[in-house]
């Protein structure tokens, strides 16, 4: 890495078999400060030659990583954490920069979480049942690294979605090419010094950026990558799996959502309003699995809108880096569009604006700014009610009783998470069990790291993060005896 005249990083090289090297083309990317709207970094357009590299070297690493020892795998996934940990701060300052969230955040969430989870495999791993203890009549059933696996991340959690990924992969024995997003790509360059500083073993993880249309693409189709695991648009996933088809590779995917908060007749609505706002506007609503959609009972909509107007009204929105900003900048001028252009929507197809809009918020002309929005009078059928936005834009929609309500809650081509609030928590579950959905967090329960992270019908397929993220990247054998 080499610095410009304008302190914008300046990454020429790609991560392949152990080393920098230049990449085969000549092109360039730049990195966008999603609130200066400035070049804050540049990195190679990879190419797919580059791919093809960065797959031999991890098919030629494959056999002596997938037979070290579970113990030396889990050291070096130990010290994987422990440099993260190191470079929290950095980490931290350049995703404010690059995705919004503000940086207190970003600290916590992204550069604090994916330290833990690469942690929380290192141990896992130890306690795994690569080969399991009781027979199956006169079979004993074992569990093997899958191969080369292919890993294209997405700019909401750049580096968490990674460790979501690695992590699993180089515990269960598979070596990597990972191909991250190419609008918040720094922090990845960042965890590939930190792999060359620990000595991870040359092939076993490789960093190739660029255009998924190009790079993503050849990695989805390459024939040696035995596995692709895709995080971002369901659209972009329908792609990665019609490549991956055709040398029926095993295939994970983690897409979009529109994900339903069932406030039920029952529950504490302050509480469960306000929360939901929280929810929905987590990394300026640039979240899969937020709770976009609120349903309340019909009886209670005034109420309920009032509490989110207000809610949604303390959201203070400004620079992610200083200062007290609750909401950060959209990451793109792209992603700006994109929202407005809903918020416009909303409007024309008749749901009641409640606050926010399509207008940039006053003092704040530059940046990719949006304001905190909230719609009411929504009925299910409209496109913002439908369509993932991945903004601070809210929808209330009414519902006439409890059957009513998870009806609308699965009525969606969607199933990645949602809520349910209610006073009586057995109350919640019952309503819980019965939504289409990957998961439910009862009465604003929090994220677990542990817990199995994925979704039904279009959000995708396969799970993340414990034992059930590591049984991805494994092949199941059973031995005959």
């Given amino acids: 890495m080499t610095a410009s005249r304008t302190a914008a990083r300046v990454y020429d090289k790609l991560y392949i078999n152990g080393h920098w090297v230049s990449p085969v083309g000549t ?18 357009e990879g190419v797919a030659e580059d791919v093809d590299k960065a797959v031999a070297a991890a098919k030629a690493a494959f056999d002596g990583w997938s037979t070290t020892s579970v113990e030396e795998r889990a050291d070096y996934l130990g010290a994987i954490s422990q440099a993260l940990s190191r470079r929290r701060d950095e980490i931290a300052g350049v995703i404010a920069a690059e995705v919004g969230m503000p940086l207190p955040l970003a600290t916590a969430v992204q550069a604090g979480l994916p330290a833990a989870v690469m942690g929380s495999f290192a141990k896992l791993v130890r306690e795994f049942p690569f080969e399991e203890k009781e027979r199956v009549g006169n079979s004993v059933i074992v569990r093997e690294p899958i191969g080369v696996v292919g890993c294209i991340t997405p700019w909401n959690f750049p580096l968490h979605q990674v460790v979501a990924k690695l992590a699993p992969a180089l515990a269960a024995g598979c070596t990597v090419v990972l191909k991250p997003s190419e609008v918040a790509p720094i922090t990845a360059f960042i965890l590939a010094e ?47 799996s019609e490549l991956a088809a055709q040398t029926v590779k095993r295939v994970a995917l983690e897409l979009g959502g529109k994900s339903a908060n069932v406030i039920l007749d029952d529950a504490d609505l302050e509480i469960a309003v306000k929360s939901g ?23 209670k909509l005034d109420q309920a809108v009032k509490i989110a107007k207000a809610a949604a009204e303390s959201f203070t929105t400004g620079d992610p880096s200083v200062g007290k900003a609750k909401l950060g900048p959209l990451v793109s001028a792209q992603q700006l569009e994109r929202v407005r252009g809903y918020i416009k929507k909303g409007i024309q197809e008749g749901a009641t604006l409640v606050t926010g809009g399509h207008e940039p918020p006053e003092g704040l002309e530059k940046g990719y700014f949006v304001r905190p929005t909230v719609f009411s009078d929504v009925r299910n059928d409209m496109t913002i009610a439908q369509e993932e936005i991945f903004g601070p834009v809210l929808s209330i929609i009414p519902y006439k009783d409890e059957d009513e309500a998870i009806k609308i809650a699965n009525d969606t ?69």
């Fill in 27 to 44: 092109g360039t990317l730049d990195v966008i400060n999603s609130t200066t709207e400035e070049v804050m970094a540049r990195i190679p």
């Fill in 194 to 240: 930190i792999v060359a500083e620990i000595g991870l073993p040359a092939g076993v993880f490789n960093l190739v950026t660029g255009l998924g249309p190009l790079v993503g693409e050849a990695l989805a189709s390459h024939p040696d990558v035995d596995m692709i695991s895709f995080t971002g648009s369901t659209r972009a996933g329908r792609r990665v």
């Fill in 277 to 299: 706002v929280n929810n929905c506007y987590f990394n300026s609503g640039q979240t899969c699995s937020a709770h976009t959609r609120m349903l309340v009972p019909a009886g």
């Fill in 413 to 481: 081509v969607y199933g990645l998470g949602g809520g349910v609030w209610s006073s009586d928590q057995e109350h919640a579950v019952r309503v819980a069990k019965k939504l289409r959905t990957g998961q439910v967090d009862i009465n604003g329960g929090q994220f677990n790291p542990m817990a199995p992270f994925g979704g039904y019908k279009q959000s995708g397929n396969g799970r993340e993060f414990g034992k059930y993220g590591l049984e991805e990247y494994l092949e199941v054998k059973s031995l005959q005896l």
